[in-house]
């Protein structure tokens, strides 16, 4: 078994359609556009399925998409209760060998007991009841565990953040946790980040807000480049320690560095803007653009380090406001998984 990096091929990307019982509730409009756009660049590469709370959010999101003129053939809904629609940390992480998988069903806290979250650690196994996937393990592990924590090369390497997983398991030492993570993403080795932080984010410095392992070898990861910026310290520090880190071959990594978004602010709350939180489908590269001068050039970036792939932006401000960005609001399925 290993966790499959996000370029491998995959079968669907899982979403939720926001909605009034959802903390979207005050800008809904808003935020149903943006789930629109994202899904209708889903959707010209491979199947998004939509988990909708009932028949009336159902109705909804039909409604919404048929505006993008989306093929309804690339478009799965399925009917369950969630709090809220952060599918990159209540979903399935699957992992494979071969045509065998294992669906590991970590313990959901809504970030270490922020929000209620009763619901959304019970996604995985409605998915499973609802026989989603092929025969699969499923893999309860009552252990707290957001997907948006952890990045894989699919080769065995990890990627995390120590404050994440630190501020999760306070108890634990280092070795400690990085044991549980070895053992259920059957991998070989854990990369830890010491450094970076991103204010506005409430996950506690999730590794897909800054630093994103790429194929070749290579590191994305958000920078910033103004002394001024109260971030400047942490990304620095923060990119100087992934330059210092090493490939399985012993290497150093090809990094690229993101430019930095101006501050975008919210009735003076200031909002996680990161290029890093962009998704990786069949084909194609989803990434958060808001309506900064530096959105053409971070796609430009991750584009160069995901060749081959065409580059789609993605409205992402009614996102942030919620303190997440696109690749958090979803989950790839490997490809062979879906019944």
Same mark, same amino acid.
């Given at each position: 078994m290993r966790l499959p990096a996000e370029w491998e091929p995959q079968a669907a990307i899982l979403v939720a359609w926001p909605h009034a019982g959802t903390d979207w509730a005050e800008r809904l409009e808003a935020v149903e556009a943006t789930y629109a756009a994202l899904i209708a660049g889903i959707t010209r590469f491979q199947t998004a399925i939509v988990l909708v709370g009932d028949e009336r959010v159902h109705a909804r999101a039909e409604e919404c998409l048929a505006r993008k003129s989306i093929d309804p053939q690339r478009v799965r809904y399925i009917e369950l209760a969630y709090d809220d629609t952060w599918l990159r940390d209540s979903g399935p992480i699957t992992l494979r060998d071969g045509t065998q998988f294992t669906l590991d069903d970590f313990r959901f806290t809504g970030w270490g007991g922020k929000f209620e979250a009763s619901l959304d650690d019970r996604i995985v196994g409605e998915l499973i009841a609802r026989k989603l996937f092929v025969t699969a393990r499923h893999r309860h592990v009552d252990w707290a565990l %957001? #997907? #948006?924590? *952890? %990045?894989?090369?699919?080769? !065995? $390497?990890?990627? $995390?953040?120590?404050?994440?997983?630190?501020?999760?398991?306070?108890?634990?030492?280092?070795?400690?946790?990085?044991?549980?993570?070895? &053992?259920?993403?059957? =991998?070989?080795? +854990?990369?830890?980040? &010491?450094? #970076?932080?991103?204010?506005?984010?409430? $996950? &506690?410095?999730?590794?897909?807000?800054?630093?994103?392992?790429a194929p070749d070898d290579a590191i994305v990861f958000q920078a910033c480049d103004d002394p001024a910026d109260n971030h400047y310290a942490e990304l620095k520090a923060m990119a100087e320690e992934l330059a210092a880190l090493r490939t399985l071959a012993g290497k150093p990594y090809t990094l690229h560095a993101l430019p930095w978004p101006q501050p975008i602010l919210d009735e003076g709350r200031r909002l996680a803007a990161s290029?890093? @939180?962009?998704?990786?489908? @069949?084909?194609?590269?989803? +990434?958060?653009?808001? !309506? &900064?001068? =530096?959105?053409?050039? =971070? =796609?430009? *970036?991750?584009?160069?380090?995901?060749? !081959?792939?065409? *580059?789609?932006? +993605?409205?992402?401000?009614?996102? *942030?406001?919620?303190?997440?960005?696109?690749?958090?609001? $979803?989950?790839q399925l490997p490809h062979g998984v879906l019944r």
């Open positions: %957001e #997907g #948006g924590a *952890i %990045e894989s090369d699919g080769q !065995g $390497t990890i990627l $995390t953040t120590w404050k994440c997983l630190h501020l999760r398991h306070p108890q634990l030492s280092r070795a400690e946790i990085e044991a549980t993570l070895l &053992d259920t993403l059957a =991998a070989k080795r +854990v990369l830890w980040l &010491d450094h #970076g932080h991103l204010e506005g984010d409430d $996950t &506690d410095a999730h590794i897909d807000t800054l630093a994103r392992l290029y890093a @939180n962009y998704l990786i489908i @069949n084909g194609a590269v989803l +990434v958060p653009a808001y !309506g &900064d001068a =530096a959105d053409d050039e =971070a =796609a430009r *970036i991750i584009g160069r380090a995901h060749p !081959g792939r065409e *580059i789609v932006q +993605v409205p992402c401000r009614s996102l *942030i406001w919620q303190n997440g960005s696109l690749h958090c609001v $979803t989950m």
